[in-house]
């Protein structure tokens, strides 16, 4: 069966031709699923229709399995897929508007040492429609619509690598900017990489200028490959030229996100390191106290630390800024709800 969050409206209008519908009905339908509803629920198409759309189609392929909510107003989603698997989705609200972090794989094979999200390897790939489909629940929970969304940002950094999943990754994207859909703007997204270079370069060319994030999360190859296995497959050199490559075809300067580890890429050569490697076209570091995975030993560092290196930072001429810490009285870090989830037998 197809999941019906899949399809553009030109595909679906294909589909409801053939069934001998009028082509009308396609749009009717359209509508609904982007508002959020199930086929079960659209209430202006014939019942024989909706039977005929559910012998096709997975009518739920993705509800909302548990939410934990923080002290905050961050919210955290444990979905279920419509086999059973499991993936997670973050709500973070700011004054500007609301933040979905949405997932792209169940499990991961990247092997980071600092994420719980590739403890148990990589399950499978989501569809693009079920990525789309993560936003439009939270949208319509959050009392949305198509025309009048809740959600103003998209964040891929949920469960999974988005580069390593990349054909469902680039028609997902292309589904959430479509007019025809919910008409989210390329700059209100941002994709997350740890750092598959060919297919950053394969990111600037479908000319939907997202923000690139980029894990970076070491200063030298030494150190990256010791937390992050794909540095044994792209340098920081190379994962840099494409960086370049990204803002000189889009023009939107590269976020490089920085995890503290006590220890590990937090000391002051570390910082002095860090800025040279990334200067000489438009960037941002974002620096993140990391999140702590019980299953690994990795060690956050005091506010202190981060502090002094954002301060270093500073003085080396960088743009820099502390991320806000969030949701940390709940199971915060990348694939721990999850692994909660599936360790407790719920499911």
Known sequence: MQIIQDLSLSQLENIIIEMGEPKYRAKQIFENIYNGKNINNISNIPNDLKQKLKQLFIDEPVKIYTVQESHDGTQKFAYEL????????VLMRYKHGNTLCVSCQVGCRMGCKFCASTLGGLVRN???????????????????????????????MGSGEPLDNFENVAQFLKLVTSKDGINFSPRNISVSTCGIVPNIDKLAELGLPVI????????????????????????????????KRYFEKTGRRVVFEYALTDGINNTDECAKQLSKLIKGFPNHINLIPLNEVNERNLKSVTKKSCQHFANLLERYGM????????????????????????NENKI
Request: hydrophobic share 45%; with cysteine.
């Open 82 to 89: 419509f086999d059973g698997n499991i993936v997670e989705g």
């Open 126 to 156: 989501l569809t693009a429609g079920e990525i789309l489909a993560q936003v439009l629940t939270v949208n319509a929970m959050l009392g949305g619509t198509a025309k009048k969304r809740q959600i103003t940002n998209i964040v891929m």
């Open 212 to 243: 690139l994030t980029i894990s970076l999360h070491a200063p030298n190859d030494f150190i990256r490959k010791q937390i992050m296995p794909i540095a044994n497959s792209y340098s920081i050199k190379q994962l840099i030229e494409a960086s």
């Open 319 to 342: 743009s820099v800024t502390i991320r806000r810490t969030m949701a940390d009285d709940i199971d915060g870090a990348c694939g721990q709800l999850r692994n909660k989830i599936i």
